[in-house]
């Protein structure tokens, strides 16, 4: 055989190992189920995830093989080899997975598409609680070399830079140096984040950007280029020079895990599970259950990233705020629940659906059943003050009813503090991110 047919076979070798990770870790494994997607869930959550719950349902000699961004999982269950593949080549890779049937489960650092929702509506709603599940919490930590003197930036700032309108970090207080932004590639849920909370959208990057492959390329460029700046999941900015952001009329801020918990730093993002809602597969379900479980989600903390399990937070009064929410903010505690509305709705999102559980499983705590409970509902910008508080009593009124009517908590208090306090002054995302109720205990 030529040297040319065997390269061809080798190649085609490979590309059916990779079309079958089952078989390419165990001849005789049977894939429970295949995620494809994120690199930032799918890099360590992802196996720790799978890896627990396979000890969970009682399987035995687990063990994990890499190479690159794929993974397998597989374990001895029920006297039977089974393997769990991951394949985390970015966000953009699981719904076109999906698409295909190549992947039971789709992981993302960012909100499926109208585009992919319109490309998966013959297998059900991927925006329905049965399709989407958030599992935890991350933030976009801006980040430059350790010499950089720049502290902070706001949003505009930010996206500045990235469009080319600053050059140079002298226009910034910094060193006389041209700047070199650095951006994900295009199939990245992490980049599509930036791109949505910055731009607004989906965007081109210009000619003088320099794409990465991952979060490790992007940390390596930062730690050694004094010119770089970019952007890195929380987990993996650890050690970094970390830039203050400022949005809206909140002061400028480095994330830590109290302000992205209540998803007020701007560049805080959901990671996401998707699921064809019309499948039934007992195996996606049962690890989706536990994956938002309290074992679940402590081993979303463990690795790194905020789970959604409900933490009370302290925080200064804002000198400016109603007097009435200052002496709140004086004397009790803000939960790390935020709810929000479907697309600026009236109606509230997935995640605050199971957020109410979680409030409800919170408050049946023995040491928490002497709190009060005060929700204390915002709106967007609005011109007309009347109707602006309208809307944020509406808002606050929709979440009581929902934890009287499905939970059994009758209660609560509420407030009322129309457009105090927006988190973004941006037009688009306004609706969604100021649009919200937060949850108070005294």
Do not use: C
Not at 25 to 49: Q, Y
Request: glycine share 8%; hydrophobic share 40%.
């Amino acid at each position: 055989m030529s040297i040319r047919s065997n390269s061809i076979l080798g190649l085609f070798s490979a590309l059916l190992l990779l079309g079958n990770p089952a078989h390419a870790d165990n001849g005789t494994a049977n894939t429970l189920f295949r995620l494809t997607g994120s690199n930032t869930i799918g890099a360590d959550l992802a196996p720790a995830l799978v890896k627990d719950y396979l000890e969970h349902v009682g399987a035995s000699g687990i063990h994990q093989r890499s190479e690159g961004e794929k993974h397998w999982i597989s374990a001895r269950l029920k006297n039977e080899e089974v393997v769990i593949p991951i394949i985390a080549l970015g966000s953009s890779t699981g719904f076109k997975a999906l698409d295909s049937g190549s992947a039971d489960i789709a992981m993302a650092s960012r909100r499926i598409k109208a585009a992919e929702v319109n490309a998966l509506a013959r297998v059900g709603d991927m925006t329905s609680p049965q399709a989407e599940h958030v599992i935890g919490l991350d933030a976009l930590v801006i980040t430059v070399h350790k010499d950089n003197p720049v502290t902070q930036l706001d949003v505009t700032q930010l996206a500045d830079i990235y469009n080319g309108k600053i050059r140079n970090w002298a226009q910034l207080g910094g060193p006389d140096l041209p700047i070199r932004p650095l951006h994900r590639d295009l199939q990245s849920g992490t980049r599509a984040t930036f791109d949505e909370e910055v731009f607004g959208g989906s965007r081109t990057a210009a000619p003088f950007i320099h794409e990465v492959s991952g979060n490790h390329e992007t940390r390596a460029l930062i730690e050694r280029d004094r010119a770089a700046i970019g952007y890195l999941p929380f987990a993996d900015a650890d050690g970094l020079h970390k830039v203050a952001i400022k949005s809206g009329e909140l002061a400028a801020v480095v994330p830590d895990r109290g302000i992205i918990a209540t998803e007020d730093f701007p560049l805080t993002r959901r990671l996401y599970l998707y699921r064809s809602p019309g499948s039934l597969h007992p195996h996606v379900n049962a690890f989706l259950r536990f994956v938002e479980s309290h074992h679940g989600q402590q081993i979303v903390a463990d690795t790194g990233f905020i789970n959604l399990t409900p933490v009370a937070i302290k925080l200064s009064p804002y000198a400016n705020a109603p007097e009435n929410y200052r002496n709140l903010m004086t004397s009790g505690s803000r939960l790390s629940i935020s709810f929000r509305f479907a697309d600026g709705s009236a109606e509230l999102d997935n995640r605050a659906l199971r957020d109410l559980h979680r409030l409800q499983d919170f408050m049946a705590r023995e040491e928490n059943r002497h709190l009060n409970l005060t929700l204390v509902g915002f709106s967007d910008r609005m011109t007309n003050a009347n109707i602006s508080d309208l809307i944020s009593r509406f808002r606050a009124l929709k979440v009581q009813g929902a934890l009287l009517r499905d939970h059994q908590m009758g209660d609560s208090q509420i407030m009322s503090v129309g457009a105090f306090a927006p988190l973004t002054a941006n037009s688009e995302q306004g609706p969604v991110k100021n649009s919200r109720v937060e949850v108070w205990i005294n």
